[in-house]
């Protein structure tokens, strides 16, 4: 299938109104870095960490982990990855991390909350990730931030482990960014001295969903009873992307929905610049945004809004049919 998209792979996804998205690539293991080039990614826009965690009977050395994140870096030929820093907890249970016995493992504490309580790990996860690039630029982000504080004090962290790198002597990155996963609602509330603060946003469509309609991306009866393309949701997306545009932070959306051709045409359509998704998705995405203008697609999203549609699907789908 991947074939069919070749003759587009080295061309930019750019919409027929001129509109140029970035597409990169979701990762979380080596094996996965070849893809970008066989992809036409961007780059990695989340590569997550978990993985190399959850593998072993004990956390893993520093030494282990900034050899592993320089590798991806190298497989990446200078294209940017973004790190995403642990995010585990409750569903995700290290094999040596004390059980938590909690009645809501998805609202408890996991990800953040657990680096910020105890940041042993995660300093050391910096540590390894500073000296993963050995003088290259250098892009982390946080996941499951739910208030500017913690934003606030995770940042804090990464400086403190730049000063003490700069004090041992050691390289220092080229440039360094960091950034929020904005997978809480509450996030889309924050001061605006959060979204000035922050280097970058990404969207977590998973749980960004899962917390926004209360209901569990784990849970079958549940995770498909809402429409990604639901108006509300729509709406509550193109108010984060208007919060971005106000302070010029840059802003990507990485959850699994980024992938999928027709959210990706809506998202883009209200005004997000970026998706990051699996490899095999970008060709279809790529292809479906070249046949695309945006504008044409806002308006069908209008019109499905003032109608008061549940959700956009029927109408897009209905205009995508129209259209071919
Ligand atoms: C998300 O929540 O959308 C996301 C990208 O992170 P994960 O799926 O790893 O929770
Ligand atoms: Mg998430």
């Known amino acids: ?12 996804a750019e919409t027929l109104c001129g509109t140029n998205i970035s597409l990169t690539m979701n990762a979380g293991l080596m094996a996965d870095l070849p893809s970008l080039d ?13 993985l190399q965690f959850l ?13 592993l994140y320089g590798r991806v870096m190298d497989a990446a030929h200078g294209k940017r990855v973004i790190f995403r820093t642990l995010d585990i907890g409750s569903d995700k249970v290290l094999p040596y991390m004390k059980p938590q016995d909690e009645p809501n493992p998805a609202l408890g504490w996991r990800a953040i909350r657990v680096g910020l309580d105890k940041p042993g790990v995660m300093r050391m996860q910096l540590q390894a990730l500073l000296r993963a690039a050995n003088g ?28 003490r790198e700069r004090q041992l002597g050691h390289v220092l990155p080229e440039s360094l960014e960091v950034g929020a996963m904005l997978e809480t609602p ?29 209901a569990d991306r ?27 545009n106000e302070t010029d932070t840059p802003l990507s959306f990485c959850g699994e929905d980024a992938g999928r ?8 359509a209200i005004g997000l610049r970026a998706l ?32 008061g549609d549940q959700s956009v699907r029927p109408a897009i789908l209905d205009w995508l049919t129209k259209e071919s």
């Not at 009977?57 to 282990?64: A, C, I, L």
């Not at 079958?220 to 108010?239: A, C, G, K, P, W």
């Open 186 to 214: 509450s996030l889309a509330f924050a001061p605006r001295q959060f979204f000035e603060m922050a280097d970058f946003i990404s969207i977590g469509g998973n749980d960004l969903k899962q917390f926004f309609f209360a």
């Open 55 to 67: 593998v072993r009977n004990k956390v893993p050395r520093r030494g282990e982990l900034a050899a």
């Open 38 to 50: 066989n992809s036409g990614a961007d780059g990695v826009g989340l590569f997550r960490t978990e």
């Open 276 to 307: 990051s998704m699996r490899p095999a998705s970008i060709g279809p995405v790529k292809s479906i945004l070249r046949r695309s203008n945006l504008a044409e697609v806002k308006e069908v999203i209008e019109t499905a809004r003032a109608r």
């Open 261 to 268: 051709p027709v959210e990706a045409l809506c998202f883009a």
């Open 218 to 244: 784990e849970n079958e009866r549940v995770r498909r009873r809402y429409d990604t393309l639901n108006v509300s949701f729509l709406t509550f997306l193109e108010q984060i992307v208007q919060r971005c």
């Open 136 to 163: 290259r630029p250098m892009y982390i982000m946080f996941p499951m931030v739910a208030q500017f504080e913690e934003f606030k004090e995770a940042r804090s962290f990464v400086y403190k482990e730049v000063e």
């Open 1 to 12: 299938a991947q074939e069919r998209y070749t003759s587009i792979r080295d061309k930019p």
